[in-house]
């Protein structure tokens, strides 16, 4: 994940996490991850992460999937005509089903595959920062540091409630 | 789950994949006893054909189709609860959400099977997937059992990748606390997932995402089942309110399932501080309400056959009260509009052994009403000439003992090697480690 030496700072409580992140934030330290258990709208705003793209992606698939299914039983309609009395070979009602059906398959697979993808995900490592507790109860941060300035960002993590900070290389 | 912190929920939960007992594996051997059975019926009747089950005109339609609604009905709760309560922000959910997702699968899973039991020559099930084919031959896309095809499809896909997303930091945690060749297997299952900020921000927008795309599909799902048979212009069939009773009794159905299998499994893995009496209560409020639904609907089948002034749709309907399988439609009066009633009174949803009973009741119910529905309406239809019963043969018999199995069997498999209960979500719930204004920290206090 680093490529550049890093500190990660690693905290037992959640409001430690959060002022650890503004005063990196405020000193404009690069941050490079940030870890928790589960999922905190909070962190994300301190980041500052933008929209996801997920939804974009997403949409996109229920579009191609809608139109997809919808081609192909046209398609279908039209290679193998069962003409039943004034009835059309097209009809564009009973057709709603599989537009429907069709659309919501591929929005779903589109938004599994873009936020596994979008994740960094599948990875057969883990980052050389992760730390099992992170799983379970802890949160960690890591925040790149340019050369001699080290000390500093280890002090302001300290300071800020981390229960342990240490080097992690790329 | 008051008192627990967050590296309680990760050993209370993750402790049931550890060795279980000698029982366990003897009530899986005995499982799939029964569904080894299942599929050696299912092979007799291949190579003898479906003659050898009950099927016979004008029965065309038999116990394999009940099954098959059974199940579809069975597989509704599931993303109820995981989907729609979940953009409710009903919390009552969380601890039961990912066993009822579960059981969506596996009960879709089977549901599936059924289609192609009945279809007697099952190696040629390829002859309805729409594909340019030498046969020069396409599928109607006119047909409800084309978007039954569609529709069963989709939910199983979809079921499956939402279960498998909400799983993913599930994985995680087990794969950290796994030793050996454990831990590479939900390590590959887990996918690398760390737990960052940039794949939670993802994974959030995701899942909010299913939930809202899986909304519309449960309602759909059940609604396209009910068109295989109200398009069809049999006395009993072809009615208009088929589409909402069908997703009522599908909800009604998955949600005593979520009761039957959740209660037992509450008391053999002690979740009794996650899945709380309140929890449980809670799904029985639900199903008075659909129990309520699900009775509005049955009068209301009986006034539209009686306002309609049709003389087949009465005859249907009083056959159905009163004829060959009375007993039958009794019970399901009983077990689906009445039995959840006691349910209106606190002691009655309060205690395991009443909440237990009534859901079993209402399965066996909504069984003998897919029974009713379908069974029925095909023994009598417009001409007396064209009346007959359907008897149930011993192959039939078996393969849906054998199906229970199955659902049983895969049940279990998913209780003991995956986490039942979500981890993450449970401890969305919780509050976190807070060092100021007075919040607990590690110790609790």
């Known amino acids: ?74 398609y279908a309609h039209l290679s193998f005509k069962l003409i039943t009395s004034g009835k059309p070979v097209i009809p564009p009602i009973p057709f709603i089903v599989p537009f429907f059906e069709g659309t919501i398959l591929l929005a779903v697979i589109f938004a599994v595959l873009s936020w596994v993808l979008k994740g960094r995900l599948p990875r057969v490592k883990l980052p050389a920062a992760y730390d099992p507790r992170f799983s379970e109860d802890r949160f960690g941060i890591l925040v790149a540091y340019p050369e001699g300035k080290r000390e500093t960002i280890s002090k302001l993590l300290k300071d800020a409630g981390a229960e342990e900070v240490r080097d992690v290389s790329g | 789950m008051e008192g627990l912190n967050y590296q309680d929920v990760n050993r ?28 050696i019926c299912w092979t007799y009747q291949i190579f003898t054909g479906l003659g050898v089950t009950g099927l016979l005109h004008p029965s065309m339609w038999i116990l394999y189709l009940v099954n098959f609604v059974f199940w579809v009905g069975i597989a509704h709760s599931g993303t109820l609860i995981s989907a729609i309560l979940y953009l409710f922000r009903a919390k009552w959910r969380t601890p039961i959400a990912r066993s009822a997702e579960a059981m969506t699968v596996f009960a879709v899973m089977i549901a599936g099977l059924f289609p192609f039991i009945h279809l007697g020559r099952v190696w040629i099930f390829y002859w309805i997937i729409p594909y340019p084919n030498q046969r020069t031959l396409w599928p109607n896309f006119q047909s409800p059992l084309i978007f039954d095809f569609l529709a069963i499809s989709t939910y199983f896909t979809v079921s499956v990748l939402f279960w498998y ?64 048979f109200a398009l069809a212009i049999i006395p009993g069939y072809h009615s208009t309110i088929f589409a909402p009773y069908f997703v009522a009794g599908a909800i009604h159905s998955g949600l005593a399932m979520v009761l039957t299998l959740l209660i037992p499994l509450r008391y053999i893995f002690h979740f009794e501080n996650i899945i709380t009496l309140r929890d449980l209560e809670s799904v029985a409020k639900t199903t008075v309400l659909t129990g309520l639904i699900i009775g509005y609907s049955y009068l209301v089948e009986y006034f539209i056959a009686w306002y309609s002034g049709n003389i087949f749709e009465k005859q249907t309907f009083l056959f159905r009260a009163f004829g060959h399988w009375a007993f039958m439609f009794w019970v399901m ?38 029974f009713v529905i379908i069974i029925g309406s095909m023994a009598q239809d417009f001409i007396p000439y064209n009346w007959g019963f359907y008897h149930v043969r011993w192959v039939e018999l078996s393969i849906t003992i054998g199906s229970f199995c199955l659902f049983l069997f895969l049940f279990l498999l998913f209780a003991k090697f995956l986490p039942s209960i979500s981890i993450a979500e449970i401890k969305e719930d919780i509050t976190p480690f807070l060092r100021g204004k007075g919040k607990r920290d590690h110790h609790g206090a």
């Open chain 2, 12 to 39: 209370e939960i993750l402790r049931t994949l550890s060795r279980p007992p000698r029982s366990y594996y003897l009530i899986v051997g005995f499982l799939f006893l029964g569904i080894l059975w299942g599929a």
């Open chain 2, 333 to 370: 009066v009983f077990c689906n509009a009445v039995a959840p009633l006691f349910f209106f009174f606190k002691r009655v949803r309060t205690r395991l052994w009443s909440l237990l009973t009534i859901a079993i009741l209402i399965n066996i119910g909504m069984y003998a009403e897919r």
């Open chain 2, 165 to 228: 997303t909400g799983l993913v930091p599930d994985l995680a945690a087990a794969r950290d606390r796994a030793q050996g060749i454990r831990r590479k297997i939900y390590g590959f299952f887990a996918l690398g997932w760390a737990g960052t900020d940039r794949q939670w921000h993802h994974y959030g927008a995701a899942y909010l995402l299913l939930a809202g795309l899986a909304t519309p599909l449960v309602v759909s799902v059940h609604s396209v089942v009910s068109w295989d």
């Open chain 1, 1 to 74: 994940m680093a490529h550049e030496p890093a500190l990660l700072g690693i905290f037992s409580y959640l409001d430690d996490l959060l002022e650890a992140l503004r005063r990196v934030k405020k000193e404009n330290w690069k941050i490079l991850t940030v870890f928790s258990p589960i999922h905190f709208s909070e962190i994300q705003e301190i980041v500052g992460h933008k929209t996801s793209t997920v939804r974009y992606l997403t949409l996109i698939g229920g579009i191609l999937g809608g139109t997809s299914v919808v081609g192909l039983g046209v």
